[in-house]
């Protein structure tokens, strides 16, 4: 049974969390709570000690959020159970595989390798994508996820935008304005003080207020989810990153080709976009002479092809196993080669190839192990059919993969928000494939007199996508 909660427990947590067809007062539970802000806080990974935590507050909601889990038990979470699928032991080898790999290259003992495997290569993702069936498994979790990432759309947007008309007097936290931290100083970079990452994840919280604005039908929220749109389209621009443009636009006509009845608005989607670029670089201060000093700037051109040009010859070198985990900064140096038509440059950065990177240092078989377990995760939840109230979610999937694949292509990605996003936005969508179907003895009769507001009448999908409510 649910109960009435006082309006002292906040009208907002209620509309995050609740369906259209009304408020649902029941609590979320705190695992979905956690891991949610954790993944929000994923944001300032690697730059907590720039503004004075004492510690990664990311580190800590994740593990509250997997020991509230432990201690609450599947059920505090939902009332279904996982189900072991064969991507699951694809997930195991390709962590057994990065880790063994680690260890015979003597690289697990620094801690950017370790932290690169539980980020970059994905350990922590891969759980995430294990457990996001269960901990948002119903809507009003999956309402207060879609808040949590609007919410991280509204700030990075509102940052990228004061850095991109010079307001950074008015920039919080202050190290995002400190030259001396990060990369890409004087583009809009965000909290990530990296401009690519900071692009994509904008992008992908811009998604998420997309399907916010189908999801929602109260009027301020959905507002609130236009204006973050309006946001991430200016920020993204603030950036004057090349891959994150190329990757946003990619992302969006492919989704709006995956929707039949969206497909006839890609013209009048494409003249306002023009239209609004045009605006932009009319009209803010310095926006214009960037952009065209970014296009003209071939020096990151030189570090691509330098480095994966030396990736390949170092896959040629030792194409099953590699060189090892996180030994291209070291390795990669002896394998670069002067070209007759550029500079040779790039020495000591990471390839600027995700699949390049992972066949270099991993070999054919690791980047094997990891591509089937990319395509076979993100991939699967994007073709398999699910519930009707997942469409959007699959939709939106469709987008931030294909950002993700062009942003991949052209750097090293190795930036933990946007990695740990994809993961768990898979597991999401794809979340009924790994689902038990409800225990038939429990007592239903049960849950038609007390239904959820926020998860909707009871609904009993099989494997065959077929709602057996309506076959009486």
């Known amino acids: 049974m649910t109960t009435a909660s006082t309006p002292a427990e906040g009208d907002l947590e209620q509309t995050l969390a609740s369906g259209d067809e009304g408020h649902s007062h029941a609590r979320v539970p705190a695992a979905t709570v956690l891991l949610s802000f954790a993944l929000a806080a994923e944001i300032f990974s690697g730059n907590w000690g720039n503004f004075g935590m004492p510690g990664a507050l990311d580190r800590v909601l994740l593990v509250l959020g997997l020991v509230a889990l432990v201690l609450g038990g599947v059920r505090s979470v939902s009332d279904r159970s996982l189900r072991l699928r064969p991507i699951h032991m694809v997930l195991l080898a390709s962590a057994t595989y990065v880790t063994a790999s680690s260890i015979a290259a003597q690289t697990f003992g620094v801690s950017k390798a370790r932290f690169a495997i539980l980020d970059r290569f994905g350990l922590i993702p891969f759980l995430m994508f294990c457990l996001a069936p269960l901990v948002f498994g119903r809507d009003r979790q999956r309402r207060f996820l ?19 008309v010079g307001l950074k007097g008015l920039v919080f936290p202050t190290y995002i304005t400190d030259p001396a931290i990060g990369l890409h100083f004087g583009r809009a970079r965000g909290p990530f003080v990296e401009s690519v990452a900071d692009g994509l994840s904008l992008y992908m919280c811009a998604v998420a207020a997309a399907i916010g604005l189908t999801v929602w039908r109260q009027r301020w929220v959905r507002v609130v989810c236009a204006a973050v749109i309006v946001l991430a389209a200016l920020g993204l621009l603030f950036t004057v990153t090349r891959a994150v443009w190329i990757g946003a636009i990619a992302g969006t006509l492919v989704a709006m080709l995956a929707m039949p009845r969206a497909r006839r608005y890609i013209p009048l989607a494409l003249a306002v976009g023009a239209v609004g670029v045009f605006a932009a670089l009319v009209l803010v201060p310095g926006l214009a002479t960037k952009a065209d000093t970014r296009l003209q700037d071939q020096s990151p051109v030189w570090d691509r092809y330098n480095t994966n040009s030396a990736a390949v010859r170092m896959v040629e070198a030792r194409p099953l196993f590699g060189f ?9 140096p002896d394998y670069m080669r002067q070209a007759d038509t550029y500079p040779l440059t790039g020495a000591g950065l990471e390839v600027h190839n995700v699949f390049l990177s992972h066949a270099a240092e991993l070999g054919l078989v690791g980047a094997a192990l990891w591509t089937v377990a990319l395509f076979g995760a993100v991939g699967g939840a994007i073709v398999r059919r699910g519930p009707p109230e997942l469409q959007a979610w699959r939709i939106g999937l469709v987008a931030i993969f294909v950002a993700f694949l062009v942003v991949a292509n052209f750097g090293p990605l190795s930036y933990p928000f946007p990695n740990l996003l994809l993961w768990t936005w898979a597991g999401i969508a794809g979340a009924e494939f790994f689902l038990a179907p409800k225990d038939p003895t429990r007592d239903p009769s049960r849950e038609l007199e007390t239904p959820d507001a926020a998860d909707g009448p009871p609904v009993y999908w099989k494997a065959t996508g077929v709602d057996e409510r309506f076959d009486a």
């Open 146 to 164: 879609l808040g949590v990432l609007i919410a991280v759309g509204a700030y990075i947007g509102i940052v990228n935008f004061l850095e991109g």
């Open 324 to 332: 090892g985990w996180q030994t291209f900064p070291t390795a990669g």
